[in-house]
């Protein structure tokens, strides 16, 4: 054997073993490849197709003994080994003609797997259509949304060199935070520091209400290399993507949960495809010990009990996959039965929203019909610890409003609001008596606080109910509409986005102006100067 062949099977292995060793680096580059077998698959068949077009050298593979044969020197007999080298035709593959044909193939086959993956999903995730939306809980009162608690984490935060990550929602004794963790900031300090805990920020406070969890974290979140949760992950289990982590505090302890997601291949002429799956879920603890829970190890982990399990992405995916129910040439020409998901553009936490209710927690995605309507087409129920799908769809003759226009209501209902101060946020479904509000949050432009909370009726949206209590928001969300008003304070008012009359400016006979004057609005004429 030549020494230029063992020069590279040992260079090959020192890269192989480097290539394992650091995996989870190239995590995001094979997962390109998994998640999307038509760019191998053309890969492949531009190899073949271009074989026509290839020229071919030689080169030896290896050196082998034939036979051995016995000669005859001087008086005696010796055995002789006869080699002969193997010699292949190693085959280079045109440039051009590949690079042509891979195009051309994957131009295919890409957009292919795009449409196979959904059409796929809607023929065969099962759902079960129920007749009513499920309560709210009104013992878990949900108020500040997630722009104003980014905001105040960052006020909370009082560690040099630390900053918070992205949060998410967290339960602690039946109540729900914003939970953030508390990550190294700066590329030095990721190498050198380790998480330092986390920050809970209170959603059933008007006001600011934030705990520190104090806790050294030895694998999390914004620490590098092998400290980092991903790498720990992905060195166990490569085939699997990661949802955003949250930070569960247990028995004086606390530990880092992260939903996964694995991926089926499935073949449909003329490419394969794959569907994501709930793959189950990483527990994380302050040793830095890495556990994987299957989705009925989840459910029954009494750190993870009350706890979202279910990823939030997966859900949504799930959901937007119905679109493909009559297939594809109905997304693509004709749009029956199709729906969008109704995200109110510009908000910074956008569905599915994560909803306790008297069945449990549920990712509550509502949807509009095709095209430029804003009202409700239907509303799915994503249950966040099973995974377990349903659909309301509720009758054309109630015409509820679906988010969008609810903000557009609140706007209408408060004229006397600064709206280039303040704006509305967040508006989330809750179901109260049977009846489906938006729960809208004024806060101010620069995210410094919650002003109002406002109740939006989505069958009759021209009252609008504005709270500004703890107290009222959970009387509200015990009673409805029927609650009793503040009697010490009196701030919670109905007020009707109707116009009561128009003030009507004329000028020599002739209308130059009408100023529309709201129910609850008044009028008062003052001398110039």
């Known amino acids: 054997m030549s020494f230029s062949i063992v020069k590279k099977a040992v260079v090959a292995v020192v890269l192989s073993a480097f290539a394992y060793v650091t995996r989870p680096v190239w995590h995001p580059l094979f997962m390109l490849f998994y998640t999307n077998p038509a760019i191998v698959e053309s890969a492949i068949l531009a190899y073949i197709l271009s074989l026509p077009f290839s020229r071919y050298s030689q080169g030896i593979l290896t050196v082998r003994t034939v036979r051995k044969v016995k000669i005859k020197v001087g008086e005696g007999v010796e055995d002789v080994e006869r080699r002969k080298r193997n010699v292949i035709e190693r ?7 590949f690079t042509i044909l891979f195009t051309v193939i994957l131009f295919i086959l890409l957009p292919a797997q795009g449409l196979y993956t959904p059409l796929y999903l809607s023929h065969n995730l099962r759902y079960e259509k129920v007749g009513k939306l499920p309560e709210v809980d009104p013992a878990v009162v949900r108020i500040v949304p997630k722009v104003v608690a980014d905001k105040y984490a960052m006020d909370a935060l009082q560690f040099p060199r630390y900053t918070i990550d992205r949060g ?8 729900p935070y914003w939970g953030y963790g508390l990550i190294p900031e700066g590329l030095v300090n990721s190498f050198v520091l380790k998480d330092k805990g986390a920050i809970y920020v209170d959603m059933s406070a008007f006001g600011k209400k934030t705990e520190i969890v104090e806790k050294s974290m030895e694998v999390g979140e914004g620490m590098y290399l092998t400290d980092n949760y991903l790498w720990q992950i992905y060195s166990r289990k ?26 089926e291949l499935h073949f449909r002429f003329p490419v394969f495809f794959t569907t994501p799956v709930w793959a189950g879920v990483y527990l994380i603890s302050q040793n830095g010990s890495v556990r994987f829970l299957t989705s009925k190890q989840a459910e029954k982990c009494r750190i993870l009990a009350g706890q979202k399990l279910f990823p939030a992405e997966l859900a949504r995916e799930y959901i937007d996959s119905f679109n493909y129910i009559h297939g594809i040439l109905n997304v693509l020409l004709y749009h029956r039965d199709q729906f969008e998901i109704a995200d109110v553009p510009g ?11 008297k069945q449990g927690l549920k990712w509550i995605i509502a949807c509009e019909p095709y095209g430029q309507s804003y009202g409700i087409f239907r509303i799915y129920i994503v249950d966040a610890r099973t995974g377990e799908i349903q659909l309301y769809q509720p009758s054309s003759t109630k015409a509820l409003i679906g988010p969008v226009r609810a903000v557009d209501y609140v706007k209408q209902a408060m004229p006397k609001v600064d709206w280039q101060t303040m704006k509305a946020v967040e ?17 101010p432009s620069d995210a410094s606080g919650i002003a109002y909370v406002a109740m939006v009726n989505a069958e009759n949206p021209n009252d609008v109910i504005v709270l500004r209590s703890y107290s009222e928001v959970k009387a509200f969300l015990e009673k409805g509409e029927n609650f009793t008003l503040n009697s010490t304070t009196g701030t919670s008012k109905k007020v009707s986005r109707g116009i009561a009359y128009y003030l009507v400016i004329k000028k020599n006979g002739v209308v130059v102006r009408r100023i529309p004057v709201y129910v609850n609005e008044s009028v008062e004429v003052l001398p110039a100067g």
């Open 238 to 263: 490569y085939t699997v993507d990661c949802e955003k982590p949250y930070f569960v505090p247990y028995d004086g302890r606390l530990y880092m949960a992260v939903p996964a997601i694995g991926y």
């Open 168 to 175: 998410a929602i967290v339960f602690v004794n039946g109540t």
């Open 347 to 357: 908000q910074s936490n956008q569905q599915p929203f994560l909803i306790a209710t």
């Open 427 to 443: 508006p989330i479904p809750v179901v109260v008596n049977g009846t489906l509000y938006w729960q809208v949050r004024i806060i």
């Open 91 to 97: 085959v280079i593959p045109n440039p051009a003609v």
